[in-house]
């Protein structure tokens, strides 16, 4: 069983910075590649940064510089390093993978969502 465990989130004045943390269970971590979006109240969600299995992915253009992904396959863990934020991050954000079966199915799989609440 997949499962992908989302901490991290939480209130932060603006400047301030978070890390977002997402453990995946049940897969083998260093051959999968995950990605980020957040939702806010009322919009679509959005991919905040498109990962590689081994590197920094694409990061959205409104978090370029002040976001970043790192990993640590040896706690199957990912990480959403967040900086300067600004009250337009506030969103509840996700972690994504998937995995393609032997026979060519795909299944995705999806965090909780960890509220991140960006306010003075």
């Known amino acids: 069983q997949v499962q992908l465990v989302e901490s991290g989130g939480g209130l932060v004045q603006p400047g301030g910075s978070l890390r977002l943390s997402c453990e995946a269970n049940?897969?083998?971590?260093?051959?999968?590649?995950m990605d980020w979006y957040r939702q806010a109240p009322g919009k679509e969600r959005e991919l905040v940064a498109g990962?590689?299995?081994?590197?920094?992915?694409n990061l959205a253009d409104s978090v370029k510089g002040r976001f970043s992904v790192s990993r640590d396959n040896t706690k199957n863990t990912e990480y959403l390093q967040m900086s300067s934020l600004k009250p337009e991050d506030t969103a509840v954000y996700y972690c994504?993978?998937?995995?393609?079966?032997?026979?060519?199915?795909?299944?995705?799989?999806w965090g909780q969502g960890t509220q991140v609440t960006v306010s003075s």
């Open positions: 994504h993978t998937w995995i393609h079966t032997a026979t060519g199915n795909r299944h995705d799989y």
């Open positions: 049940g897969i083998d971590f260093r051959f999968n590649a």
């Open positions: 990962a590689v299995r081994d590197g920094i992915g």
